[in-house]
C-alpha cells in the first residue's frame, strides 16, 4: 500500500464521497473508484458500506483511517522538518569555544540569531583552545571559537580585530605611574596570575625589561583570576573585553604597554565540512556583527 492510495483513501473518508474526494485530489472520479476497489482487492477486505449516499467505513476501514492518519501526519511533518532544516529555519548548531570569548561574544549573537530563527536549538561546548579544535576535527562541533594560532590550510577562518591585553588589579593595591596602562617594568616583584597561552611571550618581555616576573598562577580561567584579584592574591593579565565578566568597583584594569600585548579571537570550522544552513547563516551573521564592526 503506497502514499498515493493512502492519500486517496484518506480524502474521500474527509470529504465524505468520491465526487468531491476527486475534484479535491485532481482526477476524475471513476478512476479514483476504480483505485479503491483495486486497494479492497489488494487487501482482501471491504473498506467503504455501499448503498449510502456518505461515505460510512467498515470496521476494517475505520481500523485503517485511523493509521493512515498517523502514517500521513509523520510523513508531512518529516517533510516540513527536512525542508525547515534545508532552509535554515530549523535545526542544531553546535560551538565550541573557550571560556572568554564564548562568555563575551555568543549571548549577544546567540540573542540576535534567535529572534530570526527561534527553532533553533544550540549545543555549547566549553574548553581550552586545543581541546576545541580537537573537537572541531572530529566533527563533533560545527564552529571553533578560540584565541589560539588557526591553520588556515585546513580550516575556514574569521579573524576578529586585535584588542589589548590588561593587568586588572585591586583597586586598594594598584601599582604603576599612570592610571590607564601599567609598563612591564613596573610590574617587578607583584605577584602575576597569566593564562597559559600568553606565559612564553609575557616571561620574554619581562625578560627584555631586565626581570624575571613572580607568577603566582597560571590559569586560564578569566572569571576566576578576577576572583582572585578582588582577593588580592595578585594582578591578572586578561584580554580588555573580558572586563566586562565581573563589574566590581575594587577593580581597575590598565593596558600593558612597553611593549604592548595585543590578542585576538578567531572564527573556525573545517574546509571539507559541508556545514549545515542554520551554521552558514549563524556564521554569516558573525560575520557582519563583529567583523564589520571592526572595520569601523
Given at each position: 500500500?503506497g502514499?498515493?492510495d493512502?492519500?486517496?483513501?484518506?480524502?474521500?473518508?474527509?470529504?465524505g464521497?468520491?465526487s468531491?474526494?476527486?475534484?479535491r485530489?485532481?482526477?476524475?472520479q471513476?478512476?479514483l473508484s476504480r483505485?479503491?476497489k483495486?486497494?479492497?482487492e489488494?487487501l482482501?477486505?471491504?473498506?467503504f458500506?455501499?448503498?449510502?449516499r456518505?461515505?460510512?467505513l467498515?470496521e476494517?476501514g475505520?481500523?485503517?483511517y485511523?493509521?493512515?492518519?498517523?502514517?500521513?501526519?509523520m510523513?508531512?511533518?518529516?517533510?516540513?522538518?527536512?525542508t525547515?532544516i534545508?532552509?535554515g529555519?530549523?535545526?542544531s548548531?553546535?560551538?565550541?569555544?573557550?571560556?572568554t570569548?564564548?562568555a563575551?561574544?555568543?549571548?549577544?549573537?546567540?540573542?540576535?540569531?534567535?529572534?530570526?530563527?527561534?527553532?533553533?536549538?544550540?549545543e555549547?561546548w566549553?574548553?581550552?583552545?586545543?581541546?576545541?579544535l580537537?573537537?572541531?576535527?572530529?566533527?563533533?562541533?560545527?564552529?571553533?571559537?578560540?584565541?589560539t594560532q588557526v591553520?588556515?590550510l585546513?580550516y575556514?577562518?574569521?579573524?576578529?580585530?586585535?584588542?589589548?591585553l590588561v593587568m586588572?588589579m585591586?583597586?586598594?593595591f594598584?601599582?604603576?605611574e599612570?592610571e590607564?596602562?601599567?609598563?612591564f617594568?613596573?610590574?617587578?616583584?607583584?605577584?602575576?596570575?597569566?593564562?597559559?597561552?600568553?606565559?612564553?611571550i609575557?616571561?620574554?618581555?619581562?625578560?627584555?625589561?631586565?626581570?624575571?616576573?613572580?607568577?603566582?598562577?597560571?590559569?586560564?580561567s578569566?572569571v576566576?583570576?578576577?576572583?582572585?584579584?578582588k582577593?588580592?592574591?595578585?594582578?591578572?593579565?586578561?584580554?580588555?573585553?573580558?572586563?566586562?565578566?565581573?563589574?566590581?568597583?575594587d577593580?581597575?584594569?590598565?593596558?600593558?604597554?612597553?611593549?604592548?600585548?595585543?590578542?585576538h579571537?578567531?572564527?573556525?570550522w573545517l574546509k571539507n565540512?559541508?556545514?549545515?544552513?542554520?551554521?552558514?547563516n549563524?556564521?554569516?551573521l558573525?560575520r557582519?556583527?563583529?567583523?564589520?564592526?571592526?572595520?569601523?
Open positions: 500500500m502514499l498515493k493512502m492519500r486517496a483513501f484518506f480524502t474521500i473518508v474527509e470529504e464521497n468520491i468531491h474526494a476527486a475534484q485530489l485532481g482526477i476524475a471513476p478512476a483505485q479503491m483495486r486497494l479492497e489488494k482482501d477486505v471491504k473498506l458500506e455501499r448503498g449510502s456518505r461515505i460510512r467498515t476494517a475505520r481500523l485503517l485511523d493509521r493512515v492518519e498517523n502514517i500521513l501526519g510523513v508531512d511533518g518529516t517533510v516540513r522538518e527536512i525547515e534545508g532552509t529555519s530549523k535545526g548548531i553546535r560551538i565550541g569555544t573557550i571560556t570569548s564564548g563575551l561574544i555568543l549571548p549577544e549573537l546567540i540573542s540576535e540569531f534567535h529572534q530570526s530563527y527561534p527553532n533553533i536549538t544550540f555549547i566549553e574548553a581550552e583552545g586545543a581541546r576545541i580537537e573537537l572541531l576535527d572530529s566533527r563533533l562541533i560545527e564552529i571553533a571559537i578560540t584565541r591553520d588556515n585546513s575556514e577562518l574569521l579573524v576578529l580585530p586585535n584588542e589589548p586588572v585591586n583597586k586598594k594598584a601599582f604603576g599612570s590607564d596602562t601599567v609598563k617594568i613596573e610590574l617587578k616583584n607583584h605577584p602575576l596570575m597569566i593564562p597559559l597561552r600568553w606565559k612564553s609575557f616571561e620574554e618581555n619581562c625578560r627584555k625589561a631586565g626581570f624575571e616576573p613572580n607568577i603566582f598562577c597560571v590559569s586560564d578569566i576566576q583570576d578576577l576572583l582572585m584579584v582577593m588580592n592574591l595578585g594582578a591578572a593579565m586578561i584580554p580588555i573585553s573580558s572586563q566586562k565578566l565581573l563589574t566590581d568597583g577593580l581597575i584594569y590598565k593596558r600593558i604597554v612597553e611593549p604592548e600585548m595585543k590578542t579571537t578567531v572564527v573556525s565540512q559541508t556545514l549545515s544552513t542554520a551554521c552558514r549563524f556564521i554569516e558573525f557582519k556583527k563583529f567583523i564589520s564592526r571592526g572595520k569601523n
